[in-house]
């Protein structure tokens, strides 16, 4: 069996960092890894243009050596919401400025992307917590800059969303109907079961948290149509906020083993549909 980490993000500053991820994730069948950007805080930069241009370098870094370390590596950065609603709520930065950040960000990174240096927009989108209406809103132009430059460079983008089942994917389908981005270029990610649901019956291609309790509900009640990824922060002060890359892979192994699903299934989560979403070849 071979497995895939469809997001989740190091901190070779302040955490493991790649090197030691990837060794881990490939002694344990590991093959593939999608790599996404953190906010410049986390690796103790500042949270200024600048802050974010050093951030992404750290990430193309890390992209570098996990594939040395012999892994298929996708490597993606944005803007994450958290990000944006602090910027504004916390650190009181104006509006127009923040937005103006956040813009310039993303056009940095569309230049990397056209120079063949990333290979897509993320994260983008809306906080999953509650915010202040004006935290909730920057975002949500923000998301569309983001879908608006994805569809141009015709490149994939991840989308952090508020999980409201229903109502997230048909606010969703609503914006791609005005920024035509073709629809399998948009991963949503890191989805609770009842937006997994919802995205799975509007077609949308998303990713669900390998921790035990959602992975084994989702291999019960969904067809083999996401992929797992851990969300891993790779923060020692907030140890497995999401879950560890070797836990998605222990997780989906257990439930292999008590015949809950078979390889079959695994397998798609963790292949076919990376095959299909980046375009990568098959291991
Ligand atoms: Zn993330």
Redesign the pocket.
């Known amino acids: 069996m071979l497995f895939a980490d469809a ?1 989740l ?1 190091s901190n070779p500053i302040k955490g493991l960092g790649i090197k030691n991820i990837a060794k881990k994730f490939k002694s344990l069948n590991g093959w593939f890894i999608t790599l ?1 950007s953190l906010p410049p805080i986390h690796y103790g930069l500042n949270h200024d243009f600048d802050g974010y241009v050093k951030s992404v370098e750290i990430l193309l870094r890390e992209c570098k050596l996990a594939k040395e370390e012999g892994l298929k590596v996708k490597c993606l950065a944005g803007v994450h919401p958290a990000d944006l609603e602090r910027l504004i709520n916390t650190q009181s930065l104006k509006y127009e400025d923040a937005l103006n950040l956040a813009y310039k960000v993303l056009e940095h990174i569309s230049t990397l992307i056209k120079n063949g240096l990333l290979d897509g927009i993320g ?1 983008v989108g809306r906080p999953h917590y509650k915010t202040s209406p004006e935290g909730f809103l920057i975002n949500e132009i923000v998301l569309r800059y983001g879908l608006k430059l994805a569809k141009d460079l015709d490149t994939v983008v991840h989308l ?1 969303l508020e999980q409201c089942g229903l109502l997230t994917i048909k606010d969703l389908n609503e914006v791609l109907n005005y920024i035509p981005i073709k629809k399998h270029s948009v991963l949503l ?2 989805l609770d079961i009842k937006t997994g649901i919802e995205a799975y019956n509007s077609g949308f291609t998303f990713t669900l948290c390998g921790k035990s309790k959602v992975i084994n509900e989702g291999v019960r009640k969904l067809t083999p149509t996401y992929m797992v990824e851990s ?1 891993f ?1 790779d923060d020692p002060k907030r140890p497995g906020v999401a879950s560890f890359p070797w836990e998605i892979i222990k997780n989906q192994l257990a439930l292999i083993n008590e015949g809950v699903v078979d390889e079959e299934y695994i397998a798609k989560l963790n292949i076919d549909n990376v095959v299909k979403f980046y375009g990568v070849n098959p291991p």
Do not use: A, N, T, Y
């Open positions: 997001h993000h996404v994260e952090h990610h890191h969300d922060i």
